[in-house]
């Protein structure tokens, strides 16, 4: 808007501009003219007049670099009926006061060319133009990177505030748990001291694991994780992963089948790494489902590659959130479902191993109705 109205405000500053250029000529026009006729025998008819005007207007037009297109009558004073009409160019008026001749004017038209007019200051249009579009996208570019920062910062504080909580419950538990040890009526009853060490070591355990999956994400953040690649078969591990896990799902009245038909199963992947990820999905599983809860486990071949599938019966995951679960500290509202405290960090972790194997891995998943994540892992 602002532009429109400097791009206006110029073209009328550049035509009244133009104006008094063009009386300024006519002043010199005239006199040059009765300087001509001075010279000359008695000029008779209008043609040779009008020859002399239009030599000495493109002389005066042409050394001034400015030659817009014109025309021009040479009128005597008496005659009213020649005096100009309206019209959609621009009139100029001059008296021709010759010497010993009869009092006349000439009557200029110059186009109302607004193209003219524009384009003497088009360079300032094109500049200031290009300086606004600039400043807009130096503008979207701060308010983006801003909203970036923001969400960024949001999102390191829940980091932060999950990670405390985290670590502050098997802390808490083991130094409860160790304070019970050092009594004396505790540590003379054989059954007492054996669930305490069970608990301490179990939160020991817990502890570990989520410094490893922290220090595992920095690992391939800075790009020193290095997979240790391993002719593999990939059916024992998930067997064995499955069954690790099998206790759990048990005491939440729940099942696990497996249906592997894939005919390629032996791969090379880093036996620790994949293992993980495989754990990590299917507690995923049981952490996002209600009890009687069902998950499906299958491979297939699938191009050059075995396609694995991890699928349950769960909350789900809205639409929305299906491409962002996979970015880091990315968590999605649990709701009313209890213990899904976490880092944001499990799923990022399994894209980025599955990935460090040549590999992908999506999801499909509708609210309600559980969610189905594959992992595909290529023949190196």
């Known amino acids: 808007m602002m532009q429109a109205f400097w791009i206006l405000d110029s073209y009328k500053e550049r035509k009244a501009h133009f104006s008094e250029h063009v009386n300024h000529i006519l002043d010199q026009v005239a006199q040059d003219y009765c300087e001509e006729i001075a010279q000359l025998p008695k000029v008779n008819g209008s043609a040779r007049e009008h020859q002399i005007m239009d030599s000495l207007l493109q002389f005066r037009f042409v050394q001034t670099e400015k030659l817009p297109a014109y025309s021009f009558r040479i009128i005597d004073n008496s005659d009213k009926s020649l005096k100009p009409k309206q019209s959609k160019s621009i009139i100029f008026t001059q008296i021709l006061d010759c010497k010993n001749q009869t009092k006349k004017s000439i009557i200029l038209s110059i186009r109302d060319d ?34 970036r920062q923001k969400k960024v910062s949001r999102i390191q504080s829940d980091f932060i505030g999950n990670m405390t909580h985290e670590l502050k419950t098997p802390i808490a538990t083991i130094s409860v748990a160790s304070e019970m040890l050092m009594k004396d009526k505790v540590l003379d009853d054989r059954t007492k001291s054996k669930r305490y060490s069970t608990i301490i070591f179990e939160e020991n355990l817990r502890l570990k694991k989520l410094v490893e999956r922290v220090m595992q994400i920095a690992l391939f953040e800075n790009g020193t994780m290095r997979l240790k690649l391993k002719e593999t078969d990939l059916h024992q591990m998930i067997g064995n992963s499955s069954e690790a896990i099998k206790m759990l799902i048990e ?22 790494h994949f293992s993980n990820i495989i754990t990590n999905l299917l507690e995923n599983a ?11 486990l299958s491979t297939i071949d699938y191009s050059e590659g075995i396609l694995i599938g991890i699928a349950d019966q769960g909350m789900g995951i809205a639409k929305k959130h299906q491409e962002r679960i996979f970015d880091r500290f990315y968590r999605v509202e649990s709701g009313d479902v209890q213990n899904t405290q976490g880092f944001g ?15 992908f891995i999506k ?7 559980g969610s ?6 290529p023949q190196l």
């Open 114 to 147: 607004k193209i003219y007019f524009i384009s003497s200051i088009l360079g300032w249009i094109i500049l200031s133009s290009l300086l606004i579009i600039i400043g807009i996208i130096a503008l979207f570019i701060n308010i983006s990177f801003l909203r």
């Open 363 to 369: 999801v499909q998943s509708e609210e309600g109705k």
């Open 251 to 272: 005491k939440r009245d729940g099942s696990i089948t497996l249906e592997m038909k894939a005919k390629k199963f032996n791969y090379k992947v880093d036996t620790t």
């Open 345 to 359: 960090l499990g799923l990022y972790y399994v894209r980025r191993v599955i990935e460090a194997h040549g590999g």
């Open 286 to 296: 049981i952490k996002y489902s209600p009890d009687n809860l069902v998950i499906h």
């Open 372 to 377: 189905r994540f594959e992992i595909y892992i």
